[in-house]
Every structure is written in C-alpha cells, then in structure tokens.
C-alpha cells in the first residue's frame, strides 16, 4: 500500500489518487463531508481525530478552504463550519 507524505497509508481519509482524484482534494471532500455532519462546527482537533489525519494536515487544509469562503469560524471557541459558498 502506498504511504502518503504524513506516512499515512493512501487509502486512509480519502488519501490518494481515487477515481483520478488527488490526495488533497480526496482530503478536503472529506473535511467538508464531516463539516456537513456537523453543522455547529468542530474544532482542528476534532477534524484531524475524525478523519485520522495530522492537526497541521486539517489545518493547511482548512485555511485553503477558508480562503474560497467554502468554511468559515463557528464561533471563537467552537472550530470552523460549513462557509458562505457552499450553504447559498
């Protein structure tokens, strides 16, 4: 099995190329999946445990996200949500 750059096995959180996707993206589907469960919002923390991925990893991913307005804080102590541009 393929090992990802945090040493993950590629299978894990959507890791890898699957149905031609990249990794990335694979990962950030998946932050949005579990964003969309959660609808009052996870912290970091909660989203790496989730998808059993590195916080730095949720992290890089989260800010790309934030800057496409596709999540957006929760609260000042409740982690991110599902942004603007997605919910409209």
Same mark, same amino acid.
């Given at each position: ?5 945090? &040493? ?7 890791? &890898? ?7 990335? #993206? ?14 009052? &919002? ?18 890089? #991913? ?9 999540? #957006? ?5 409740? &982690? ?9």
């Amino acid at each position: 099995m393929k090992q990802s750059k945090d &040493g993950m096995a590629a299978d894990e959180a959507g890791g &890898g190329e699957r149905a031609g996707g990249v990794q990335v #993206i694979a990962r950030a589907a998946a932050v949005l999946r579990a964003l969309r469960d959660h609808p009052d &919002g996870l912290s970091l923390g909660e989203l790496a445990r989730l998808l059993g991925l590195a916080r730095s990893t949720v992290q890089r #991913i989260v800010e790309a996200l934030d800057r496409e307005q596709l999540v #957006i804080a929760a609260s000042p102590t409740r &982690g991110v949500r599902l942004g603007p541009a997605l919910l409209a």
